[in-house]
């Protein structure tokens, strides 16, 4: 699992979109970036996290930042997700989980004494010049929202 901190270069990587289009994050040089890691589209902790950030869109927005949500859904599942819960931001598919990897929000998990590999709950905030401002991995859905919105804040 790659570990990043603070004032780290965030790793770039290339992926695509809910709207099946390729992106890079350093296509976002120059915006600050709140980029968050969900485990599944339309479960229960991820919609209350992606309704928190959907919530708290225009005080992100007033910070000079936007979000992009990263799991390893599909497009098609993301747009669903997109649209049911009326998400302004970007969804980001990583099928493979390597974005989430290179973040270090890939690892082992337990559920009802299984273990298994999955996306653990994190976000990192990118600043304009593509350093970290902040990292939080292994993150409650409100605690995500709140920690990401203070260090917008800053």
Known sequence: MAEIKVGDKAPDFETTTDKDEK????????????????????????????????????DIEAQGALVLGVSPDNEVSHRKFKEKFSLPFTLLVDLDHAVAERYGAWGEKQNYGRKYMGIIRSHVVVGEDGRLLDVQIQVSPEDSVARAL????G
Do not use: W
């Open 23 to 58: 992106v890079k994050l350093s296509d976002y040089l120059g915006k600050r970036v709140v980029l968050y890691f969900y485990p599944r589209d339309d479960t229960p902790g991820c919609t209350r996290q992606a309704c928190g950030f959907r919530d708290s869109y225009a």
């Open 150 to 153: 203070s260090a917008l804040a």
